[in-house]
């Protein structure tokens, strides 16, 4: 179940991310709110992720979540560079923290 709650704490994240660029690019009352929604969202899965997790593994995985989630989203719905090597990296952030998972 902290695994779960983990991975929905970083899609919150992402979520966060996405409205904090959309709150930049027009600042009405619906994007702000999808902002604070999705942040408060992804700290409380993830408060309840570090009931069972060790605190480094769980915030390791949570930012890696959310820093690719966030790079995925800008370049599908953002217009960001698909460059080839911006996904081999975003692929080695998500391998570092599947990796995290099968240690801990």
Do not use: H, Q
């Not at 480094?56 to 959310?66: L, N, R």
């Amino acid at each position: 179940m902290a695994w779960a709650s983990l991975f929905i704490a970083g899609l919150c994240e992402t979520l966060g991310v996405a409205a904090m660029n959309m709150v930049n690019r027009r600042r009405n009352l619906s994007s702000v709110l999808l902002m604070v929604l999705a942040f408060g969202g992804s700290f409380l899965f993830m408060s309840f992720a570090m009931r069972t997790l060790p605190m480094g593994t769980a915030y390791a995985v949570w930012t890696g979540i959310g820093a690719a989630g966030g790079a995925i989203v800008g370049m599908l719905f953002f217009g960001e560079s698909r460059d080839w090597r911006r996904i081999v990296f975003i692929t080695m952030i998500l391998g570092a923290a599947v990796g995290l998972k099968l240690v801990s």
